[in-house]
């Protein structure tokens, strides 16, 4: 079989997180527009040059009334007026699924240059109505409806889940927590650099940080974000006439080394039933860790230097570690306790403060994660770098651990 | 500071900084301070005059950032038991009222009591850190330092960091890597001038938008150099906020100790000090240039120092506003601010001269204040929430900025003259911060 041809990342851009679209009176359109014009300057790409673009989206249309996302692109310039886009959805999956599909056209020669958008505005409803919207990510009918938050409930069940198999203590999931919002007060596009949190408060369990659903409190929770992250992908002709013009080498040039895409059944009941006499609580998360490495050609998680992962919440942080491989299945805490996690540790998780920290615009996330692991291997993260990253690793999961997808980003 | 970052979160944690003693824990700052310390340091002790005035300090603390573990990590007391408190401090951070003898007769005792290793940290705003330093033993000198943290300090990053003429480097370099790290602020490094980098450029501009309310009215003034010149929150409300005693404290100090092109701006306008003495002081005493009675707005006549609603003060039509405004709701800034630009209801002059006075302003105080403009530029961002001069210039053009400063009859920069001549190259770079946010569309 012939080589697969190589998908470079020539960088981008992310808004700050911290940002709330709705107060500074601001239109969807001016999301994508900056997150858009603001990948091209750094990335110093005349609009001309774009073939095609990608755009992640979880819910515009209920979030801001808002279809035809892809439609907004050609918005930002007027030459991008013309160029064929498209919009993807797979809830907190989005973005990732919008690379995917990009990164096959550029695999399957159709294009030199693609633009990939992730982009969600959720400031514009209330925490309520929001939660609820979020619920269309589950089956909702039988697991949304009339239930008050429930993606906390079905992460706080995961938790239980853990606790039933191998047993889960709260200092633990507090200890992730602490870490995340830690590393968010090195990224000044982070969401939460700014909030009071430490292991005493995620430990807290008083009206301070008060319980949402089960065992998951408000410090264990990732953010309500309004955010867009805009990357460009390239075939190794146009990278390499991109690299010459800047007088950098092909081989300083990320590429999206391996990928890994799977989707389970969508109620987390049937999930937890499936995998009742496995050791990993969702296979098919690991399944899609596993696949990345198989493409890139890594062994296990000590090919990389790193880890951006989907931590909506605490629980899925902890499932992650042991999917990953950094422990036996059912002891993630022990990873946390040795200080694996940490950004000089033994394998850094969310250097950026993930979900947590960072912020969480859902169909947004997937392209964040692109960046980050792009700016690491490039030693470009600023004071949230990771000494000499040349592999990061992404993990993006769409629902109660539905879709996932997973790029290995190296040199 | 050049540093990897790897090497700057080593160097955070090569001292040892286990206990910090936050001296005038009652004040705003003081427990703000105490309150950003306590996610980071074991042990935090706030200090006031009485035990009851600094467990006051603690409850608004717990009350500042929402969280009663704020009270496991502090302990209280007064200023009795200084000696016993400093004994095990590795930091000393004064946060008294902004009153030079006070601060003196602080460090006195201070010095008597503190460990020979011990960092002595002021949050002053203004005041000269060489002068506060003067009299005091090498140890006290090579120890002490500027941090002056942007109230409140749970919500604003931005931070300035002053060395005197003999502190340490390396205690200097481990506080920056501390604050960064484990505080989560972004630093900037100013010289030891009058009310240093950012509360000398904005005040300058808050003062001149307070001239103006005397001639056009608070409601019109606030308006015209609204949100959408670059700005959360517009000029008055944030003297409002901030206090009118301390807006009178920074502008005055600088009045008195510079003598710099823009001195008449400075100068706190009469109806202000009028009004001080009836004890108008802003938010704090329920009244300042604007207040709320019951569910109806007033505004200060600055002329009698009555209130009037501010549904009956009449303004005129300013449509160049609704333009920009809405070029902005969309993301197209530069179209907006040239909008703002080639307006011509006289009211846009108004706000223009303003926008002109502080780019003028803040390129003129490079050399004085810091080093380069781009420390201006980080502390008017992370400080203020203001678009940043250097922003302002690369969004209307360097030849348009030239223009605006020529035309309100302010002296032109070099360094925009240079770059007006030149090839449009940005004036900021900063690879993480968003400019887009500065422009708000209202």
Same mark, same amino acid.
């Given at each position: 079989m012939a080589a697969r041809p190589e998908v470079y990342v020539l960088g981008g851009y992310q808004t700050d $997180?911290?940002?709330n679209w709705t107060k500074e009176n601001k239109h969807f359109s001016a999301l994508m527009r900056e997150g858009v014009r603001g990948a091209l300057e750094r990335c110093d790409i005349?609009?001309?040059?774009?073939?095609s673009a990608h755009v992640g989206n979880f819910a515009a249309e209920l979030y801001?009334? &808002?279809?035809?996302?892809?439609?907004? $692109?050609?918005?930002?310039? +007027?030459?991008?007026? /013309?160029v064929p886009t498209s919009r993807h959805e797979a809830a907190c999956a989005s973005g990732s699924i919008a690379i995917l599909a990009a990164s096959a056209e550029i695999e399957a020669g159709r294009y030199d240059l693609q633009a990939v958008v992730g982009i969600e505005q959720m400031k514009t409803v209330s925490a309520a109505q929001g939660g609820s919207y979020l619920?269309?990510?589950?089956w909702y009918d039988l697991?949304?409806? /009339?239930?008050?938050?429930?993606f906390p409930k079905l992460f706080g069940r995961l938790g239980d889940e853990y606790d039933r198999r191998y047993g889960l203590k709260d200092e633990h999931l507090a200890e992730i927590s602490r870490i995340n919002y830690e590393n968010a007060?090195?990224?000044?596009?982070? &969401?939460?650099?700014?909030w009071y949190m430490n292991k005493q408060h995620a430990l807290c369990r008083t009206e301070d940080n008060p319980a949402v @659903? @089960?065992?998951?409190r408000i410090s264990d929770c990732s953010q309500v974000t309004d955010g867009a992250v805009c990357v460009f992908l390239a075939s190794r002709a146009y990278a390499e006439k991109w690299a010459k013009g800047r007088g950098?080498?092909?081989?300083k040039i990320p590429r999206v080394k391996g990928w890994g895409h799977n989707t389970a059944r969508l109620r987390f009941d049937d999930k937890i039933a499936e995998s009742?006499? &496995?050791?990993?609580?969702?296979p098919h998360v690991r399944s899609t860790i596993t696949s990345a490495w198989k493409r890139a050609g890594?062994? #296990?998680?000590?090919?990389? #230097?790193g880890i951006e992962t989907h931590d909506c919440f605490t629980t899925s942080e902890y499932m992650a570690i042991d999917h990953f491989g950094i422990?036996? +299945?059912?002891?993630s805490w022990k990873a946390v306790e040795a200080g694996w996690?940490?950004?000089?540790?033994k394998h850094p998780i969310n250097?950026?403060?993930?979900?947590?920290?960072?912020?969480? +615009?859902v169909g947004a996330t997937g392209v964040r994660q692109l960046l980050d692991a792009a700016l690491q291997v490039t030693g &470009?993260?600023?004071?949230?770098q990771v000494e000499g990253a040349r592999n990061f690793q992404t993990l993006n999961i769409g629902g109660s651990g539905t879709t996932s997808v997973s790029f290995v980003v190296g040199l | 500071m050049s540093s990897t970052p790897a090497q700057m979160r080593r160097l955070a944690g090569?001292?040892?900084?286990q206990h910090v003693v936050v001296l005038g824990a009652n004040g705003t700052m003081g427990y703000g301070a105490a309150a950003l310390f306590t996610q980071a340091i074991p042990r935090v002790t706030f200090l006031a005059r009485s035990r009851e005035k600094a467990q006051e300090g603690l409850q608004a603390a717990i009350k500042q950032v929402?969280? %009663?573990?704020v009270g496991n990590r502090a302990d209280v007391g007064s200023y009795e038991e200084l000696d016993a408190k400093l004994a095990t401090a590795d930091l000393v951070f004064e946060a008294l009222t902004e009153d030079f003898a006070l601060k003196k007769q602080m460090f006195d005792r201070v010095e008597k009591s503190r460990r020979a290793d011990s960092i002595v940290a002021t949050v002053t705003s203004g005041l000269s850190i060489n002068e506060l330093a003067e009299g005091r033993g090498d140890s006290f000198r090579r120890h002490f330092l500027g941090l002056h943290l942007f109230n409140p300090p749970n919500v604003i990053v931005g931070t300035e960091l002053i060395g005197g003429r003999e502190t340490d480097p390396a205690v200097l370099d481990f506080i920056e890597a501390f604050s960064r790290v484990r505080l989560g602020r972004e630093i900037v490094r100013t010289h030891d001038?009058?009310?240093?980098a950012g509360n000398r450029v904005g005040f300058k501009v808050l003062n001149e938008v307070a001239q103006l309310a005397e001639q056009i009215g608070p409601v019109l003034a606030d308006r015209l150099v609204?949100?959408?010149?670059?700005?959360?929150?517009?000029p008055l409300a944030t003297i409002d906020l901030v206090g009118w005693d301390i807006h009178r404290a920074i502008v005055d100090n600088v009045y008195e100790k510079t003598q710099d092109?823009?001195?008449?701006?400075l100068k706190l306008p009469d109806y202000m000090a009028k009004a001080m003495q009836r004890g108008v002081l802003g938010n704090k005493s329920g009244a300042g240039f604007f207040k709320k009675e019951g569910k109806t707005s007033l505004a200060l006549?600055?002329?009698?120092?009555d209130y009037r609603p501010v549904a009956e003060i009449k303004l005129p039509k300013l449509g160049y506003i609704d333009r920009v405004a809405a070029l902005h709701n969309v993301g197209r800034y530069a179209e907006g601010m040239q909008a703002f630009l080639a307006? %011509? %209801?006289? %009211?846009a002059e108004i706000a223009r001269r303003v926008i002109a006075g502080y780019i003028s302003y803040a390129f003129h105080r490079v050399g004085e204040v810091?080093?380069?403009?781009t420390g201006i530029d980080l502390i008017m961002a992370t400080g203020f929430n203001w678009a940043p001069p250097s922003v302002l210039v690369d969004t209307m053009g360097a030849r348009a900025s030239v223009e605006l400063i020529e035309r309100a009859g302010l002296p032109v920069p070099q360094a925009l003259r240079d770059a007006a001549r030149g090839a449009a190259r940005p004036f900021f770079h900063h690879p993480q911060l968003n400019v887009g946010k500065f422009f708000v569309a209202n």
């Open positions: $997180f911290a940002r005349a609009p001309e040059e774009v073939e801001c009334m &808002q279809g035809h996302l892809g439609a907004f $692109f050609t918005e930002v310039d +007027p030459k991008f007026s /013309g619920g269309t990510a589950a697991e949304a409806k /009339g239930v008050e938050f429930p007060k090195l990224n000044a596009n982070a &969401q939460t650099r700014t @659903g @089960g065992r998951i950098v080498e092909l081989a009742r006499d &496995q050791q990993y609580v969702l890594i062994a #296990d998680v000590n090919g990389v #230097d422990t036996a +299945p059912g002891e996690l940490e950004i000089d540790g250097p950026s403060g993930g979900l947590i920290g960072a912020g969480h +615009p &470009q993260a600023g004071d949230y | 090569s001292r040892p900084l929402r969280s %009663e573990t001038a009058p009310a240093f609204g949100p959408y010149t670059g700005r959360a929150m517009t092109e823009a001195h008449a701006t006549d600055p002329a009698s120092g307006a %011509e %209801e006289p %009211e810091t080093d380069a403009i």
